[in-house]
Structures are given as C-alpha cells and as structure tokens.
C-alpha cells in the first residue's frame, strides 16, 4: 500500500465533562471529576477524497505538567494549547503523509509549545490527539483498519532526522511483521486511596459495582495489577502488605507492576522501599510477581541519575519523563530498560520506541528492552478504542486499565451512543443494568471487534451533546 499524502482542511475541536464514582489519587492529585477532549479532523487526500477522523483523550491535569503552583483549570488550557500548536503547525503544512506530518513539524511544534513555557509531555498531547484524528481519516477514506493499514505502512513511516538513532531501520519490516494482539489482559491500578477491603470505607457508592479491591479481585479475575507507592517507605510497606493479603488468595497467581509516581529524589531512595520490601516477610510472593518498576524518580532528575542500583535488581521504565522523542535514548544510558506506550502520548511514538526496543535488543542479543502499555484515563468509547488498538498492535500483552472502574461506562454520555457503541463492539462491551460497560471476562478484554475501518473505531461519538472547546486561556 503507497502511503497517502493528504492535507489537512479543517478540524473541530470539543469536550465534555465527566465524574467519577470513586476518588483516585495517583501522585501529587486526587481525582474527582475531569474533561475528555474530542477531537475532529477533515482532510483531503491527493486523488481528491476527502474524509473526517476522530480522536479523544481526556485533559489530564497534574500529569503532563505537575507543577503545583498551576491550577487544574490552567494544566486544561496547557492542553487546550498544545491542540492548537498541532493544528496550526499541519494546516499550514500542505500535502504530507500521516507520519510526515508528525515527523516533519515536531521539532517546531516542540520549540513554539517551549517558548510559551509548555513542555515536551505537553506538546506531544496536542501532536498526538491530531496525528489520530488525521491517521482516523485516512484509515477511513480507504476503508481499512488501524492494524492492516500500519501493517501496510499506511502512515509511511521511514528515517527520520525526528529519531536520528533509527538512521537505516527497516520501519516497512518492522510494521509488516508485527501480529496484533486481540485479547489482552487488562491490568488494573489500585489508587493511593483505593478501599483494599470494605473496612475502609465509611461510605459505599452502592451502585452495584465492585468498590475495594477484594470486590475487584473477584468480579474481574485479574491476574496483572499495578501498584501506586506514595514515597513514604513505612506506609508504602504498610498498604502494599494489606495489598498482598488480597492477592495472594488470588487461584493461579498474579503478575503486578510498582509504580513510584516520581515520589523519590534518586534511585537509592526507591531502592530503599524494595529492600523493605524484600525484608518484609509477608511481601514475599508479591516481589516475586513484580515484573517491573515505572517511574519512580521526579522527572526533573530522573534522566540525571542512574539506574543501575534499582535496575540490577526489577528492570525500570520511564512514563513521565518520556517528553523529548529521544528521551527513550537518554534513559538508555542510564540504566532504564522500558518505556510506556500511551496514546496520548502518540503513535508514532510508540512505533519509533518499539522499534528502539528490537533494534537494541537485536545489538545486545538478549530482549532487555521492552514496552509496557500503560494509561488509566481512557474512557469508554473512541479514546479506550484507539488506545487498545495501539497496544494490540504493538503485541503488548497487558494493559494498565481502570477508566471503566473509576468512570460508570458511558456515564455522561447519551444512552443511544452507548448503546451504538456496543453493538458496533459486543465483545468489548456488555450490557448491564446500569447500561453498556467494558466488558473484563477472566482479567481479558476481546479486541476482536477492533478490525473495522478506522482507528478500532468506524462510529463517532456524538459531538452534538458535546461543549465546543474554548480558546486556551494560556499563556
């Protein structure tokens, strides 16, 4: 398949509100309520065809950005920003392909986001919410699917100065070799605050859903978890010893992931809480089931300082601190063997960090470098959609996922656009008493229902109940 080049007409920008039924709190934020962007983009190709795609995504605060003295709302207008760096830096491109234009205006769509004080993590949200809805539309216009257009190199993915390291990667071997995925595990987060047993709740949503972990554990048959850790050694040891409790009666076993969330100054610091961990007899088959640790030094240093003491004992990932395109190269050298995929971080940058992890793993002839899927903010709907296809695509067997446990469904969204949803997808979703939901059989999600044309996703959602998205109110 020759990748199409096309150009970008016009796009259509809203959001909509959103609320969760139980607070989470991951990091330096506990979450109540937020924003979901929707993004719509119109192109033409050369021969003339015109169609529209679609991405959504929500407007994460204190993620992309965790300065503290920031508001939620100004974090929003970040993103509101980056969007509209993206969208001008391609409507004044003219003809590319779908990678081109990515490739070709990242470097200056990076450098505009950094003069108004916005940084890499942040501009690569508005980059990767359009090259989304344009890969949607170009997906769409030739009627094929996310997977069998990237396996076609629909995109036109090739060298690039972007990635300077991959200078003579085969992207056209890669892409046609790689086998999606279409059941996955899904990987579920258990929060700061997160009830571990109906003991410490005061209250119940009582809505017929599992709420403490024991409930999770036993509705949804997970056999991957992810652990958070808040930086404090004692009460870390603490919750996760409640944790294991509950896992450990788990029948066949578990696999988890620590997630630091940039609460250590060094990797000495998080390599306390492991050797307490390790001393902590209880925690014995819960260290064994750890298969990796994300994140746990602030991003401010964490491409500083070296990894080798905490890596020689878990391999260590990057998430936040994966802004620049070659942060994945840095991390490299200092210790770090894994990256996150997140489509809200962009696709493109997960197919160039996936091929870094073959292209070092065929260098040091062992399979040290890997990818996890990670991403608790996807909603039900186009923005988990794109996501799971991404990840199937990348043959990542397990997915960081609780948007479903945390958000009711389609909650907020009309009952006709849930239900379209769900017979466009009936093995993703089921239907409930409390309508549609994503459906967890045995800790698995199906995908099968993602091989239609477009991004996992043909139907759009229904931007009529949707607000438009103001102007960002930034700088």
């Known amino acids: 398949m020759n990748a199409p080049r096309f150009t970008l007409l016009e796009t259509q920008r809203f959001e909509w509100p959103f609320t969760l039924r139980l607070p989470f709190r991951f990091g330096v934020i506990t979450v109540t309520q937020g924003r979901q962007a929707v993004i719509r983009a119109r192109i033409r190709l050369e021969d003339g065809t015109e169609a529209w795609g679609i991405a959504a995504e929500t407007l994460a605060a204190k993620w992309f950005d965790k300065n503290p003295a920031l508001s939620d709302a100004q ?3 970040q993103l509101r920003r980056a969007i509209e760096l993206a969208t001008d830096a391609s409507l004044a491109a003219g003809a590319n392909t779908a990678f081109g234009h990515f490739a070709d205006s990242y ?35 030739k ?30 071997q890669l892409l046609s070799g790689l086998s999606p995925l279409t059941q996955v595990h899904a990987r579920h987060t258990v929060g700061l605050v997160d009830p571990i047993t109906a003991a410490d709740q005061d209250s119940r949503v009582d809505d017929g859903l599992p709420e403490s972990l024991e409930e999770i554990a036993a509705g949804y048959r997970h056999r991957y978890w992810k652990l958070k850790v808040g930086g404090n050694v004692a009460a870390d040891v603490e919750r996760l010893t409640r944790i294991a409790a509950v896992l450990d009666r788990l029948h066949g076993g578990y696999h988890a992931s620590l997630d630091g969330n940039e609460q250590y100054e060094d990797a000495e610091g998080a390599l306390a809480l492991w050797r307490a961990m390790q001393a902590e007899p209880r925690l ?26 905490l890596a020689a004992e878990r391999p260590v990932i990057i998430d936040e601190s994966d802004g620049p395109l070659d942060a994945f190269v840095t991390g490299r050298a200092l210790g770090y063997a894994g990256v996150s995929s997140k489509a809200c971080k962009g696709v493109w940058r997960s197919v160039v960090n996936l091929a870094r992890c073959r292209a070092w793993n065929a260098e040091e002839k062992r399979d040290r470098y890997f990818m996890s899927a990670e991403d608790l903010t996807t909603l039900a709907g186009v923005c988990v959609q794109q996501d799971l296809a991404l990840i199937s695509l990348l043959g990542l067997p397990h997915v960081e996922r609780n948007g479903h446990h945390f958000i009711d469904g389609f909650n907020g969204r009309p009952k006709a656009e849930a239900y379209r949803f769900m017979e466009a997808h009936p093995t993703l979703y089921a239907d409930t008493p409390r309508g549609p939901r994503l459906a967890i059989r045995d800790g698995m999600l199906d995908l099968g229902s993602l091989e239609t044309p477009g991004m996992g996703a043909t139907l759009e959602p229904d931007t009529a109940a949707m607000e438009a998205m103001p102007k960002a109110a930034w700088p």
């Not at 501009?123 to 989304?132: Q, T």
């Open 75 to 77: 974090n929003e207008n």
């Open 107 to 141: 470097a200056a769509v990076t450098k505009a986001a950094g003069a108004e004080a916005l940084n890499p993590l942040v501009a690569s949200y508005g980059r990767a919410l359009l090259d989304r809805a344009m890969l949607d539309a170009v997906l769409k216009a």
């Open 143 to 172: 009627g094929v699917s996310f997977w069998t257009g990237m396996r076609a190199n629909i995109g036109g993915m090739a060298t690039h100065g972007v990635a300077p390291d991959l200078a003579g990667f085969d992207f056209r």
């Open 284 to 309: 014995a088959k819960l260290c064994a089931s750890i298969l990796f640790i994300e994140q746990p030094v602030k991003r401010a240093r964490a491409l500083e300082t070296g990894m080798a003491v």
